[in-house]
């Protein structure tokens, strides 16, 4: 290997570990290429309440036995609103599911561990902070074709919010520590999924 072709590839993985989105994508797309897809064995998938609030998502689902399956779901905002309005957040979602006929379709329950950072805030107040919780989900998935389902899912479970509240305009002086448990909704999913 000549020190140029070296130098490229250096420069090659430094532009991948710098560019997060394209280090997500990347490992996506090996994680899809090394795994053995028999037909509904995986899915990939995207939840359209999400891009309703401008929260671009995917969702990975992997079948471990004929009735359970485990999806990872993820989330990244990096969008800023008019009038300084803005909520950045990345979360993570997975869940162990288990269906009641067969994977991929009908009935299913699921328990989930969940967590999350975010930074924003709609009125006068900034929040800065992480959660990190739990809880358990009901869903049922519609096939439409043999590679395609919408999948509905609502759950319900606990959160532990650390936060830093301040005014709009930052002042690290001026934010509050604060903490907040919350108990409630944590999965709301209308998803279409591809399933190979």
Sequence with gaps: MTNETAYSLKGLFILIIANKRLLALLS????LQILPCRA????????ALCWGATTPNVGV??????????NVAAAYNPWNFSRGRKMHLWAVQPALRYWFCQ?????FVGVHPHAAQYYGGFKQKLYDGYLAGG????????LLSPHWNVEAE?????????????????CERCSISRRHNYWGPTVANL??????
């Design 135 to 142: 809880g358990i989900s009901y869903g049922y998935a519609w």
């Design 154 to 170: 609502i759950g319900i479970g606990y959160a532990r919010l650390w936060y830093k509240e301040g005014e709009r305009i930052y």
């Design 191 to 196: 998803s279409v999924a591809y399933v190979f």
């Design 103 to 107: 994977r991929f379709e009908g009935h």
């Design 61 to 70: 689902e992997l079948g471990l036995s004929p009735r359970t399956t485990l």
């Design 40 to 47: 509904q064995r995986a899915g990939l998938k995207t939840n």
């Design 28 to 31: 996506l797309f090996i994680l």
